[in-house]
């Protein structure tokens, strides 16, 4: 959100930034420099022109410039040492207001990373540098740089861990040169002046790094000035943190430390500085590291005598234990009986998964051996008859599951109509009339209903006479030749179709004469469906005879 009264001079260099071209951006956002300087130190303006410079994302337009590679930004490193330092008075002192979590989680360190990262590429430029003039400049704008990096840290002293943990930060603190390893030490060295207390949060490898490499400089390194930097940053370490000095004295990585520091020739500028070095690693300051030791000795021996006298009131209280691991044990059987349960469900249901696609894949391949099996004229038929049965068996289903779920809903009336019925039968007996009329409606109601299943019977014999009249023609047509093969009388026979209603009528009559003629031992395991065999011989017939439809004889 916008604030109410911007100034216009932001708001001005805000509408230039978004109108003019890429490469012209860096040179716009040097103005913010001005407008920063023109605004008196520490006053209420100043506060309100940083939060205007951030309301409209001239502070992210800054990071993102410094981001971009150097050899693309109009005037060099004189327009990035300026904006670094712009982007680290911005930030200094800034109220987000509600963008609070993004300015202090994303943009403040990604800004301390750009400034490290800067901070490399202008040593790598430095170190490859031939000319003298070249390498004094690039000197001066890497010291704005670090003062920019610090100046930021000691607004927002929450990233001195992350600046301390970074690789980039290592990489400048292990370099060679006299020049940018003392701005980089005196850098650490004020950071640390302003809160010591992060060097003993970051990870103890890379503090054994930074150690590493400050002892190397003060030892090996032939500059008294970096020599100077490195035994004051060293003393600086070993001052603020008792636990530093513990490390120097005790560890066996620099064991042999003290005896190599009195070898040193000190400078007039740090020989006060060694000696107080040398001291603190004297046998004296070890025997008040000692007596350290025991006091934390004490303190631990007083933990464990504490721990053994609250054992041993928890020992007063079997019952309370014995209730706490009952509770814990039932708690942790009925997870596992959970557990054991929700693993059987799934592979009963991976089970029934695997049958279903086993019993799929079967049925798939009885219908493809099928299809090969049937005539390619009574696919669509075949089909057809499968969809039937498949509906037929749905049907089923659903009718059993229907009638057992009414069932189960009338099973209470039906017990209380049996009760009833009980009841009635014992407390009364029924007389000859109306017993007479009863036995008179119930046969009433099965003629009826004999009456109304020889209809159905005579519709079903009459749907399945004209299926097999069907059938019949397709196998005809299936069977008859083409028509440049036919002869002169064979058309003829599809004219009409009385013909194969006729051969159709004489099978099944023979078939019925068959059947009534037969014995009844023969009858005992026949069904309704079943076919009866008729030998061809029978069926043979002078069709001439009858009389065809539509047709006149020769």
Not at 28 to 53: A, C, F, R, Y
Not at 369 to 384: A, D, F, T, W
Not at 477 to 497: D, G, H, I, N, V
Not at 515 to 522: G, Y
Request: net charge positive.
């Amino acid at each position: 959100m916008k604030p109410m009264s911007t100034d216009p001079r932001i708001l001005s260099l805000a509408a230039e930034v978004a109108k003019s071209p890429e490469q012209n951006v860096p040179v716009i956002l040097l103005k913010l420099k001005e407008i920063i300087n023109n605004t008196p130190l520490g006053s209420s303006e100043l506060k309100k022109v940083k939060q205007d410079i951030y309301c409209y994302d001239l502070i992210q337009y800054c990071l993102l410039v410094l981001s971009q590679d150097c050899s693309r930004i109009q005037g060099g490193w004189t327009t990035i040492s300026q904006l670094t330092q712009i982007l680290s008075h911005c930030c200094v002192g800034l109220e987000p207001g509600e963008d609070a979590e993004e300015f202090y989680n994303e943009l403040l360190p990604s800004a301390a990373e750009n400034f490290l990262i800067l901070g490399r590429q202008l040593q790598t430029c430095f170190i490859n540098a031939a000319k003298g003039e070249e390498k004094d400049e690039l000197l001066h704008f890497f010291q704005i740089v670090t003062d920019s990096l610090f100046w930021l840290l000691g607004g927002h002293v929450q990233l001195i861990q992350n600046v301390l943990q970074s690789d980039h930060f290592l990489h400048l603190l292990q370099t060679d040169n006299v020049q940018i390893g003392s701005t980089v030490m005196t850098m650490v060295q004020n950071i640390l002046q302003i809160n010591s207390g992060d060097l003993l949060r970051i990870e103890g490898k890379i503090l054994h790094s930074i150690l590493d490499e400050v002892i190397f400089k003060l030892l090996s390194t032939p500059s008294p000035v970096l020599r100077s930097t490195a035994t004051k940053l060293l003393l600086l370490m070993a001052e603020s943190h008792q636990e530093i000095l513990i490390l120097l004295r005790l560890s066996a990585c620099y064991k042999g430390l003290r005896n190599l520091l009195n070898k040193q020739e000190p400078g007039t500028e740090f020989r006060q500085e060694l000696k107080q070095l040398i001291g603190l690693l004297s046998p004296k300051v070890y025997q008040e590291v000692e007596e350290q030791k025991l006091h934390q000795a004490a303190c631990l021996i007083q933990a464990y005598w504490k721990g053994f006298q609250t054992r041993k009131r928890l020992k007063k209280l079997p019952s309370a234990v014995i209730t706490l691991q009952r509770s814990f044990r039932s708690k942790r059987t009925k997870i596992l009986l959970k557990l054991n349960r929700q693993k059987e469900e799934e592979d009963h249901k991976l089970q029934l998964q695997l049958q279903r696609q086993r019993a799929m894949r079967l049925s798939r391949e009885l219908r493809l051996s099928m299809l090969e099996i049937v005539h390619p004229g009574q696919v669509e038929k075949h089909n057809r008859e499968l969809e039937e049965k498949s509906a037929l068996i749905i049907q089923k289903h659903w009718r059993g599951y229907r009638e057992r779920k009414n069932f189960r809903q009338q099973r209470p009336s039906l017990t209380e109509y049996k009760a009833a019925v009980t009841l009635q039968r014992a407390c009364s007996q029924m007389s000859d009339v109306t017993s007479k009329e009863l036995h008179s409606q119930a046969q009433e109601r099965l003629q009826h209903y004999f009456m109304g299943r020889a209809l159905e019977d005579r519709a079903q014999h009459h749907r399945e006479a004209l299926v097999a009249q069907i059938s019949t023609n397709i196998e005809q047509l299936m069977k008859a030749p083409s028509l440049k093969e036919a002869e002169e009388k064979e058309p003829e026979l599809f004219l009409s179709r009385s013909r194969p209603v006729a051969a159709k009528a004489k099978q099944a009559h023979l078939t019925t004469l068959k059947h009534i003629q037969a014995p009844w031992w023969k009858k005992l395991g026949e069904e309704a469906g079943d076919e009866i065999e008729v030998p061809k011989d029978e069926l043979s017939v002078e069709l001439g005879t009858l009389f065809i439809g539509g047709t006149k004889p020769p």
